[in-house]
């Protein structure tokens, strides 16, 4: 595995927990977690406007639509969800229960999408070596949230 793809990773998780406070405070502000998060999506898709844009991303292929799963179109809907779990929860745990807390969710939807080659992933055995992996981050998890 490339380097740069691992140090992307990580870059977009610090960002998703630089993301996590700053829109816990806009919550704050606005009084309202689902308003923050409206307003985070509502700057997130004018910043993507702009790049697709700037990069020559116009419009849909028409085959887009006839060729796609039904499922492939439920990401926003997912997102919405995500940053808005966020938002409420964020201020309540703290940031290192919350990403510890989101890991575990990605670790455990990941092993079963791994496994039966879910979404478009490729087909990856659960193994025992994968599975202590993904018990540690529960264990971290435990001795995050048990002060």
């Known amino acids: 595995m490339s380097v740069n793809l691992v140090l992307l990773c990580v870059a977009a998780g610090s960002a ?3 993301q ?3 829109n816990a405070r806009l919550s704050a502000g606005l009084q309202s977690p689902l308003l923050a998060a409206l307003v985070s999506f509502g ?5 993507l406007a702009l790049l697709a ?3 020559g991303h116009y419009h849909l292929p028409e085959s887009a639509l006839t060729t796609l799963p039904w499922w492939a179109w439920t ?7 995500i940053i808005a779990s966020i938002v409420y929860v964020a201020p309540q745990v703290g940031a290192l229960a919350l990403a510890v807390g989101i890991v575990v969710g990605q670790v455990l939807a990941s092993l079963l999408f791994d496994q039966f080659g879910l979404l478009g992933y490729p087909q990856i055995n659960v193994t025992p070596q ?3 992996g993904a018990g540690m981050i529960l264990v971290g998890l435990w001795l995050v949230v048990n002060k």
Not at 43 to 47: H, P, R
Not at 75 to 81: T, W
Request: proline share 0%.
């Open 130 to 132: 994968r599975l202590a």
């Open 43 to 47: 700057t997130g898709t004018l910043v």
């Open 20 to 22: 996590s406070g700053i």
């Open 75 to 81: 990401g926003g809907i997912l997102g919405a969800f």
């Open 53 to 55: 844009g700037v990069m």
């Open 16 to 18: 998703l927990s630089t």
